[in-house]
């Protein structure tokens, strides 16, 4: 077997060592030491604080309230010490505008200046958390703005400014330093996970420039490129974090019936074995672990595949010596754990979600139900939401169950961990609501959920196509596309949605401000035809007689901006939204009215959809802001961890990692009190709850969802039933799901779907005794499954043999022995009349 090595330079700059002690340039002790800066702006007041300090005895506070200028500055003068390095402070943020910003400007003699925003993981102030900040903005960061002799003279800096932008806000500053270069700041807060995405096919500048030797020509972004160029080591050079475990996932295609004896994948680190990957399929991917290092570091990953040339196994004339055709490669680093220490118990190893997250349903104390735990010997650990992203940390082997105590709120990036973790034998306890089906995004340093997002912070620029782009659409879209036939470049690299009749966009915009409303279109563009075919043509279908122009109108929130016509081409549509138009407290609607056509029916082609125009992007520019400083909105919002939601085919089309708990369509109707389920063992059967009772009835979806053949994965155990008034079953408050079969063979799942009040509750110490029961039940997870009998009926007196399977999907050995009842018939049904 020829033996190829594919090697991945991960490059990260390393810090000298003995640099220079940090300087400090203001402690902020003196308010008299600044002035306002008259330059036409309005500058904020500001005086002395000594109530909220974070290092020494005073801090300066500062009041600003955005004029028309859309800035005002501060200054004072400073001995700089010149040299590279950084400027770090620390900022208390108690309240602010979403718009809000922050700006260092560094100013010379002449009248030079150097500028620099103040960001938080890329946030402006006003998008972060309430509190105090550590922020370090490095020199090379700082804009040159020559407004004097035009020379670039940083070192002879004598001035400071503190710029204020953009929206109201109320802060402390407090201890301006210098760190020289090399020199360490204090640790700031991690981000969140990172995903650096490769496509290896793709031949932009920027892609050629991360490949190095080993590599053929990219044959494009969707289509990817071989490996085993001149039998050479094919790298690719990334840049890896200190501090953070990474996965490094390398797509396409593993031609494995061409190659010949080993199929194992072989992956080194520097030369030290990783892991040997055994691939037994040929699409998919490989997986490789990189461990958190203290420091960034210079290393080269290689994997040492089979290779095959195809004239050579009469595939084609190609006489290429090939390895693997990889697609993609995609670096994921997660933050490092803040957990502490898994803690053991003789009962087991429990996590407890415990952040600061957006409630919804009716959650449940997770210090309460640790204090369970903890009496009844179970290690109990609190752990944050980010700690969740981490598929090293949240395994089997750590923690024996999860507990999610608030109800549908999840997590979005953490939806490949928790699947894992799940496929691994974990169990999971949710409790409060529909669970997963609030997912959530680390936004301006905290966890908002997509209403959330859609009210509270400003939506100014939406990519439409993108992924992320389904929370801020409404009405009549189709599918994503690629927009490289109507606006340029690869495949992919820009997106694009075909309006129909009416297509919304919301966007949570200030009524206090005015915006600059552009939308970019393209009409009638390439749909059913190759790019080289003009309209006239016919290209794959019959040509037309002319063209006629798609026309439209733009509203915002039910007014008329403006209308739109075209044939052929792109556009950016531009429209003033003065202020008092955008809607206070929820999002704004902008809406496209199109005259639809159809390529079937103009062209001759398949395509029967009925399209308006193309869109690629929308934003609302605010007065005073440059469009170049525009951020695309959080994505993430979309992910789909629960079954909620699918691809509406002739069924719901799910994927097999989607969590079947709940049904959206079962609600908890008319349930005024639960009773304990017959045929369960966990819950007493003397048990009565008196309701009302809101909520999701723990149903939900253990199996294959093939409307023809149809396989169970779970056994299905309910725990409460509600009923009506009249006795009447209304559903199950609670259940038990314990897999025995498909992705999830081996895990355990426990949900409540009650809403409307926390069924758990100090208050309730008879549902604490249920909350540890179902608890043990899940550790030990040993049931019974496929019961059933060799034929489906029997003559009187007829031997019978039944079967039934047990399962120990628990962590310990169990002795237990299998009981047969049997029952008589139930008597059979009389006709009318029958005596």
């Given amino acids: 077997m020829r033996c190829l090595t594919l090697a991945v330079a991960l490059l990260a700059a390393s810090l000298p060592v003995g640099a220079a002690p940090a300087v400090l340039l203001d402690p902020f002790e003196d308010a008299a030491a600044w002035q306002p800066r008259e330059d036409g702006g309005r500058p904020p007041t500001f005086q002395r604080e000594t109530a909220r300090v974070r290092e020494g005895q005073a801090a300066l506070r500062l009041r600003y309230r955005n004029g028309a200028s859309g800035w005002g500055n501060l200054q004072r003068t400073l001995a700089w010490p010149g040299g590279n390095g950084s400027l770090a402070l620390w900022i208390y943020k108690e309240r602010a505008d979403p718009e809000a910003a ?9 009248g030079d200046l150097w500028v620099a925003p103040v960001l938080e993981a890329g946030a402006v102030l006003g998008r972060w958390a309430e509190g105090w900040h550590h922020l370090t903005i490095p020199l090379a960061a700082f804009r040159f703005d020559g407004r004097g002799n035009r020379r670039q003279e940083r070192d002879r800096v004598h001035r400071l400014l503190l710029g204020c932008n953009f929206g109201d806000f109320d802060a402390v500053v407090d201890s301006l330093s210098f760190l020289p270069a090399g020199e360490a700041a204090p640790p700031a807060a991690e981000p969140t996970l990172e995903r650096t995405l490769v496509p290896l096919g793709d031949t932009r500048p920027e892609v050629e420039a991360l490949l190095g030797a080993g590599w053929y020509a990219g044959e494009g972004a969707t289509l990817g490129r071989w490996t085993g160029r001149d039998g050479r080591p094919a790298e690719v050079r990334l840049s890896l974090p200190a501090r953070r475990d990474a996965f490094v996932t390398f797509r396409g295609r593993i031609p494995l019936p061409q190659w010949q004896g080993d199929r194992t994948v072989r992956v080194t680190l520097d030369g030290r074995p990783v892991a040997d990957v ?41 006489t290429r010596a090939l390895g693997m055709k990889l697609v993609a490669m995609e670096v994921v680093t997660f933050p490092p754990v803040e957990a502490g220490p898994v803690a053991r118990g003789r009962q087991g190893s429990v996590a407890i979600l415990r952040d600061d997250l957006p409630r919804v349903g009716a959650p449940s104390d997770p210090e309460h139900l640790g204090r369970l735990l ?10 944050r939401a980010l700690d969740l992203l981490n598929p090293l940390y949240l395994t089997r082997a750590n923690f024996d169950l999860l507990v999610l105590p608030y109800g549908a709120s999840y997590p979005a990036a953490g939806k490949e961990a928790l699947v894992e973790y799940l496929r691994g034998g974990g169990a999971f306890f949710a409790t409060g609501g529909y669970a997963f089906n609030n997912p959530l995004v680390l936004h301006a340093d905290r966890w908002v959920d997509r209403d959330t997002y859609l009210t509270a912070f ?3 620029y939406v990519d439409v196509g993108a992924p992320g782009d389904d929370p801020f659409l409404f009405g009549d879209w189709h599918a994503r596309e690629s927009g490289h036939w109507e606006w340029g470049g690869a495949a992919d690299a820009t997106t694009k949605r075909w309006t129909g009749a009416r297509a919304g966009i919301h966007l949570a915009l200030s009524p206090d401000k005015a915006y600059t409303l552009k939308v970019s279109m393209a009409y009638r563009a390439v749909t059913g035809r190759p790019p080289d075919a003009s309209p006239s043509s016919g290209g794959e279908g019959e040509p037309v007689a002319g063209l006629l122009p798609v026309r439209g109108r733009v509203l915002f929130n039910g007014e008329a901006l403006g209308e739109y016509a075209g044939t052929e081409g792109t556009a950016v549509l531009e429209f003033a939204i003065p202020k008092g138009k955008a809607r206070k407290g929820k999002p704004s609607e902008l809406l496209l009215e199109t005259e639809t056509w159809s390529p079937a029916r103009l062209f001759g082609v398949g395509d029967d959809r009925q399209l308006g125009v193309a869109v690629n992007w929308v934003k609302a520019i605010p007065e005073g802001v440059s469009e170049a400083d525009l951020e695309p909105p959080v994505a993430g919002f979309d992910v789909q961890i629960n079954t909620a939601r699918g691809n509406p085919r002739d069924a ?4 097999p990692e989607q969590i079947g708990a709940f049904d959206p369509s079962y609600r908890l109707l008319d349930a005024v009190r639960a009773v304990a389920s017959p045929g369960q063992q966990v819950v007493p059967a003397r048990l009565r709850l008196d309701g009302p009772f809101e909520g999701y009835a723990a149903a939900g979806l253990f199996g294959s969802n093939s409307a023809v053949f149809p396989r169970g994965y779970a056994r299905w155990i309910r725990l409460l039933d509600a009923q009506d008034a009249d006795g009447r079953h209304r559903g199950a408050l609670g259940a038990l799901a314990l897999h025995y079969d498909g992705p999830f063979a081996g895990s355990g799942w426990a949900f409540f779907g009650v809403t409307n009040r926390d069924l758990f509750a100090p208050s309730h110490p008879a549902m604490g005794r249920v909350f540890l029961a179902t608890v043990e039940a899940l550790l030990r997870r040993t ?15 007829e031997a019978v043999k039944a079967t039934v399977t047990v399962r120990n999907a628990g962590s310990r050995p169990r002795q237990v022995q299998v009981r047969f009842a049997l029952e008589a018939a139930p008597p059979a049904p009389r006709e009318r009349g029958e005596s």
Avoid: K, M, N
């Fill in 278 to 318: 055994r691939v037994d399929v040929e699409g998919g991917s490989i997986r490789v672990h990189l461990p958190a290092a203290p420091a960034a570091r210079r290393a080269t990953l290689t994997l040492v595949t089979g290779s095959f040339v195809p004239a050579e196994t009469g595939e084609s004339a190609d």
């Fill in 374 to 383: 903890r009496a009844a010997g179970y290690g109990v650990t609190f752990v």
């Fill in 102 to 110: 922050l700006h260092l400007w560094l100013e010379e003699p002449d």
């Fill in 458 to 460: 400003d939506t100014r």
């Fill in 652 to 655: 719901l089309e799910l994927q």
């Fill in 783 to 797: 049931f019974l499954h496929g019961l059933g009998t060799e034929w489906a009926c029997y003559r009187q007196g």
